[in-house]
């Protein structure tokens, strides 16, 4: 069974750097793609649906999605086994505080966060002015 496990979330101010993990087990398919969600402040009520999709990767990293709005400053990668997803968030502004969670599917999903198979748990990510 999948298991995700989110790390790294941080209070930090406006305009720093800040990097969330991953770990991911459970699994060595190579058609496990994992993702990157982010639930805003106010949304908890939507469930998975008021999460927004940030990035995603597949095992081997060569298919990469972004959240086009975010993209110029968010970053996902993966390590060497394919046992950690990171996501690197530089120059970070209040209006990316918020729940940051790890998804995974197995195949080609979308950025739909319903279709997700595995979630985790979450990291609080606060950005102050």
Do not use: H, K, L
């Given at each position: 069974q999948v298991q995700l496990v989110e790390s790294g979330g941080d209070s930090v101010?406006?305009?720093?750097?800040l990097t969330v993990?991953?770990?991911?087990?459970?699994?060595?398919?190579r058609n496990l793609f994992v993702g990157w969600f982010r639930q805003a402040p106010g949304k908890e009520r939507e469930?998975?649906?008021?999460?927004?999709?940030?990035?995603?990767i597949n095992s081997a990293g060569g298919y990469?999605?972004?959240n086009k709005a975010l993209q110029d400053r968010f970053k996902?990668?993966?390590?060497s086994s394919n046992n950690m997803v990171f996501l690197h968030m530089n120059d970070l502004k209040p209006e990316d505080s918020g729940i940051?969670?790890?998804?995974?599917?197995f195949g080609f999903p979308?950025?739909?966060p319903g279709?997700?198979?595995?979630?985790?748990?979450?990291?609080?990510v606060t950005v102050h002015s």
């Open positions: 101010q406006a305009g720093q750097s993990s991953c770990e991911v087990s459970g699994s060595t398919d469930g998975v649906a008021g999460r927004e999709g940030v990035a995603g990469i999605f972004y996902i990668a993966r390590n940051y969670y790890c998804a995974a599917y979308s950025g739909t279709m997700w198979t595995y979630w985790g748990q979450g990291t609080q």
